[in-house]
């Protein structure tokens, strides 16, 4: 079955650490990968997407994510958090067809302390 | 760009009756749009793609006649929960599909009393 999983469901970083939550997803041949991020109170925001080309993305806010096929593993990193980071981040995995369905992984709640 | 609401944005009613969530592409026109439930401190579940101007397809387990779906236009998607009750009392999340990617509204809380 189609799966996607989050290693981290919490994790607590002081101010300055480097970051990096994990998301692996059963294989499925051609995906589209994402990382959404969810701030307290707020909708559900696009951080970045893979669809092709370059393994390494860049997203918004200084984060980026790293494909690697043969893990099946979609990572995402920041080398510097900060206090505004504190939010819920969610991996999600489209694996094609006409739909973009979405399988979501179950979240990890990232909490940056000052 | 890529925006989405939903109203309201919270809702309270009484068990039995029926409450309607609407979903609006504002920026833009989607073929297809997803509702979604969020469980405290849990990942969404999809409930249902909501294809406009056909039927909406349902995930297993969600009943297509409690939860009623019209995508009239493609820019409006309505999630109807009819004959509500205390355990539909959930967090209502819609998303829209654009260039591939889905972008969500800021969710609808419901509330059964």
């Known amino acids: 079955a189609q799966s996607v999983s989050q290693h981290n469901h919490h994790v607590i970083l002081s101010e300055a650490a480097s970051l990096e939550l994990g998301c692996n997803y059963s294989y499925g041949g051609t995906v589209n990968l994402f990382w959404y991020v969810q701030y307290p109170g707020q909708h559900l925001q696009l951080l970045l997407k893979y669809f092709s080309g370059d393994p390494l993305v860049k997203g918004i806010k200084g984060f980026e994510a790293e494909f690697i096929k043969s893990k099946f593993s979609f990572n995402l990193r920041k080398p510097s958090v900060q206090w505004s980071d504190t939010a819920e981040y969610f991996c999600?995995?489209?694996?094609?067809?006409?739909?973009?369905?979405?399988?979501f992984g179950t979240g990890t709640l990232l909490a940056v302390q000052p | 760009g890529a925006v989405v609401s939903q109203h309201p944005s919270w809702v309270i009613c009484k068990s039995g009756t029926s409450v309607k969530i609407e979903c609006r592409s504002l920026?833009?026109?989607?073929?297809?749009m997803f509702w979604y439930r969020q469980f405290p401190k849990q990942s969404l579940m999809l409930m249902a793609t909501s294809n406009e101007g056909s039927k909406a397809t349902y995930e297993q387990g969600v009943e297509k006649d409690k939860f009623l779906i019209n995508h009239a236009s493609l820019t409006l998607s309505t999630l109807t929960v009819t004959s509500a009750h205390p355990e539909d009392s959930s967090f209502y999340i819609c998303?829209?599909?654009?260039?591939?990617?889905?972008?969500f509204g800021p969710g609808t809380r419901l509330l059964v009393l």
């Open positions: 999600a995995v489209n694996y094609g067809g006409a739909t973009n369905k979405l399988i």
């Open positions: 920026d833009f026109q989607a073929t297809t």
């Open positions: 998303s829209a599909t654009w260039a591939g990617t889905q972008y």
